[in-house]
């Protein structure tokens, strides 16, 4: 503890006697500052007890003590040394009555204590205060420093929340709660993810400080670089002193350390997992069950997906690569639900992960999906699921994928949506369109002459499988009248609609240009 008012008060050796504030003695004393202006308010920076004889004061003027008096508060004073005996044998009743009246604390300093011994007195309180909250700072240290070394990061966060006598969270990149102490902060720990992800945003080292109703919270991002690995929070009644920001500060040093420790390792899973990924892909399943070990080896004890992502555009926007957060984002996922993922950069401009099917990392990507929909800096092909044998197969599942969903703007698109769905929505390509109108580009200039209607001719007849009566009929024409058309229609095109890959061109392009649909029932 700083030193105080009635620490001073208490003090046996300096005498000094309470005249007026006796009500704010508890008030901390940051400095001892000696002063015989009438006006010392610009050199007081707050938190001094001014000591003053009234050299130059009219210190028995009630109306020029109530503005001095007013004057010091303002300024952060905390108290007033007035010593009798040199200009004034007693207080001035009207100093007193002003200091009352202002709820200022007034000492009375006797002749016999000089205003140096009280500078010292406060000095020595300062530095001994120092010098506790440093040894509490080390020993606070010591003790994170073996919680992090024996236990890990929870012990970390469960001794510093003991050290500020308040709350502490340890937070991923994602803003999930990854450890919380005491557990009754749980819920207010989880209410500050989007503080949390706000912090993100910033380059490391960031902070911020969250006032509210509860108390009063810390926010400190975690990470060496410009990167931010994580995030700390520390909930406090009062804002933290000197040993509990020693202990915060250690903590903070600690969990990074930790972290990019953690980095490291999982570098090295990566180029593990890149072998393992290059093993399936070349047909060696044997081998990678091998190479993978316990550490991805029940990964592939069960059906899985490949998960290929890019860049949505070549232009990255200000800020963090997306692909290092979507990787982020999903390993974080597999962390809290306690499931293996193999996660390979391929550069720096493809991801490709593999993820048990059904698990928290495909929710979590779809999830992305989702929330980026509008505005999504990445695009993501997902295979079918699938097993070691066939990884391959699923590669090649996801990268089709992926081409579909960048061309038709989405976020996300699985293999089985194209596998279950129908072919047309994949003829929305310029090309495609620009091959249909040249193919069908003659047909349209004869029909716009007026001499025959063998656009929706050709239609109808290929939309009744060849089945000229049934065709006719659809058009209100006679069969004669049909097959003149349809001979009409290879002469212009030059092809024989009796080539089944004719008719399937001449189909696919009537679907490309809208010109498709059925005519009849």
Same mark, same amino acid.
């Given at each position: 503890?700083?030193?105080?008012?009635?620490?001073?008060?208490?003090?046996?050796?300096?005498?000094?006697?309470?005249?007026?504030?006796?009500?704010?003695?508890?008030?901390?004393?940051?400095?001892?500052?000696?002063?015989?202006?009438?006006?010392?308010?610009?050199?007081?920076?707050?938190?001094?007890?001014?000591?003053?004889?009234?050299?130059?004061?009219?210190?028995?003027?009630?109306?020029?003590?109530?503005?001095?008096?007013?004057?010091?508060?303002?300024?952060?004073?905390?108290?007033?040394?007035?010593?009798?005996?040199?200009?004034?044998?007693?207080?001035?009743?009207?100093?007193?009555?002003?200091?009352?009246?202002?709820?200022?604390?007034?000492?009375?300093?006797?002749?016999?204590?000089?205003?140096?011994?009280?500078?010292?007195?406060?000095?020595?309180?300062?530095?001994?205060?120092?010098?506790?909250?440093?040894?509490?700072?080390?020993?606070?240290?010591?003790?994170?420093?073996?919680?992090?070394?024996?236990?890990?990061?929870?012990?970390?966060?469960?001794?510093?929340?003991?050290?500020?006598?308040?709350?502490?969270?340890?937070?991923?990149?994602?803003?999930?709660?990854?450890?919380?102490?005491?557990?009754?902060?749980?819920?207010?720990?989880?209410?500050?993810?989007?503080?949390?992800?706000? #912090?993100?945003?910033? *380059? @490391?080292? /960031?902070? &911020?400080?969250? $006032?509210?109703?509860?108390?009063? %919270?810390?926010?400190? +991002? =975690?990470?060496?670089?410009?990167?931010?690995?994580?995030?700390?929070?520390?909930?406090?009644?009062?804002?933290?002193?000197?040993?509990?920001?020693?202990?915060?500060?250690?903590?903070?040093?600690?969990?990074?350390?930790?972290?990019?420790?953690?980095?490291?390792?999982?570098?090295?899973?990566?180029?593990?997992?890149?072998?393992?990924?290059?093993?399936?892909?070349?047909?060696?399943?044997?081998?990678?069950?091998?190479?993978?070990?316990?550490?991805?080896?029940?990964?592939?004890?069960?059906?899985?997906?490949? #998960?290929?992502?890019? *860049? @949505?555009? /070549?232009? &990255?926007?200000? $800020?963090?690569?997306?692909?290092? %957060?979507?990787?982020? +984002? =999903?390993?974080?996922?597999?962390?809290?639900?306690?499931?293996?993922?193999?996660?390979?950069?391929?550069?720096?401009?493809?991801?490709?992960?593999?993820?048990?099917?059904?698990?928290?990392?495909?929710?979590?990507?779809?999830?992305?999906?989702?929330?980026?929909?509008?505005?999504?800096?990445?695009?993501?092909?997902?295979?079918?699921?699938?097993?070691?044998?066939?990884?391959?197969?699923?590669?090649?599942?996801?990268?089709?994928?992926?081409?579909?969903?960048?061309?038709?703007?989405?976020?996300?698109?699985?293999?089985?949506?194209?596998?279950?769905?129908?072919?047309?929505?994949?003829?929305?390509?310029?090309?495609?369109?620009?091959?249909?109108?040249?193919?069908?580009?003659?047909?349209?200039?004869?029909?716009?002459?007026?001499?025959?209607?063998?656009?929706?001719?050709?239609?109808?007849?290929?939309?009744?499988?060849?089945?000229?009566?049934?065709?006719?009929?659809?058009?209100?024409?006679?069969?004669?009248?049909?097959?003149?058309?349809?001979?009409?229609?290879?002469?212009?095109?030059?092809?024989?609609?009796?080539?089944?890959?004719?008719?399937?061109?001449?189909?696919?392009?009537?679907?490309?240009?809208?010109?498709?649909?059925?005519?009849?029932?």
């Amino acid at each position: 503890m700083p030193p105080t008012l009635a620490s001073l008060v208490q003090h046996s050796a300096l005498k000094l006697t309470v005249r007026a504030g006796e009500d704010r003695l508890d008030t901390p004393v940051r400095w001892a500052h000696v002063s015989e202006l009438a006006d010392p308010v610009p050199y007081m920076e707050g938190g001094e007890l001014l000591l003053t004889t009234a050299l130059t004061l009219d210190a028995e003027d009630p109306e020029v003590m109530g503005r001095y008096v007013r004057r010091l508060l303002g300024a952060g004073v905390v108290g007033l040394g007035f010593a009798v005996g040199v200009n004034y044998d007693e207080i001035p009743q009207a100093l007193i009555d002003a200091a009352r009246a202002e709820s200022l604390p007034l000492l009375e300093v006797p002749r016999r204590t000089p205003f140096l011994a009280i500078s010292k007195a406060v000095s020595a309180a300062i530095a001994a205060d120092q010098y506790r909250a440093v040894t509490a700072g080390f020993e606070a240290q010591r003790e994170l420093t073996r919680a992090a070394l024996g236990e890990g990061p929870d012990a970390v966060v469960a001794r510093l929340a003991a050290h500020v006598d308040g709350w502490a969270a340890l937070y991923d990149t994602s803003g999930t709660v990854l450890a919380v102490s005491p557990e009754w902060a749980a819920r207010r720990a989880a209410r500050l993810t989007p503080d949390v992800e706000r #912090l993100r945003e910033r *380059p @490391a080292p /960031a902070s &911020a400080v969250v $006032g509210g109703t509860e108390d009063r %919270v810390e926010l400190q +991002s =975690l990470g060496t670089g410009r990167r931010v690995r994580g995030a700390l929070a520390v909930g406090t009644g009062a804002p933290l002193g000197t040993a509990e920001r020693y202990a915060v500060h250690s903590a903070i040093a600690l969990l990074t350390l930790t972290t990019e420790r953690s980095r490291s390792l999982q570098a090295a899973e990566q180029r593990l997992g890149a072998a393992v990924l290059r093993m399936l892909l070349a047909g060696q399943p044997d081998h990678a069950r091998a190479v993978a070990g316990d550490l991805y080896g029940g990964l592939l004890d069960a059906p899985f997906r490949l #998960l290929i992502a890019e *860049p @949505a555009s /070549a232009e &990255a926007k200000e $800020g963090e690569a997306p692909l290092p %957060v979507l990787a982020e +984002s =999903l390993e974080a996922a597999a962390a809290r639900a306690g499931e293996s993922v193999l996660t390979v950069p391929d550069g720096e401009d493809r991801l490709v992960v593999l993820a048990g099917d059904g698990g928290a990392v495909v929710t979590e990507c779809e999830g992305y999906a989702a929330r980026e929909a509008e505005e999504a800096e990445v695009v993501v092909g997902l295979s079918a699921p699938t097993g070691p044998i066939a990884a391959a197969a699923a590669y090649k599942q996801a990268e089709q994928a992926l081409s579909v969903a960048r061309r038709r703007g989405r976020a996300l698109v699985e293999h089985e949506e194209l596998a279950s769905g129908s072919v047309l929505p994949l003829l929305a390509d310029d090309a495609v369109r620009a091959f249909a109108d040249g193919l069908l580009r003659a047909l349209y200039e004869h029909d716009a002459t007026g001499r025959g209607d063998l656009v929706a001719s050709l239609r109808a007849w290929l939309s009744r499988h060849g089945q000229w009566d049934a065709a006719a009929a659809d058009l209100g024409v006679h069969r004669h009248t049909l097959r003149y058309r349809m001979r009409r229609v290879e002469e212009i095109l030059g092809r024989s609609l009796d080539d089944p890959d004719v008719r399937m061109e001449l189909w696919l392009a009537l679907k490309a240009t809208g010109d498709g649909g059925t005519t009849g029932p």
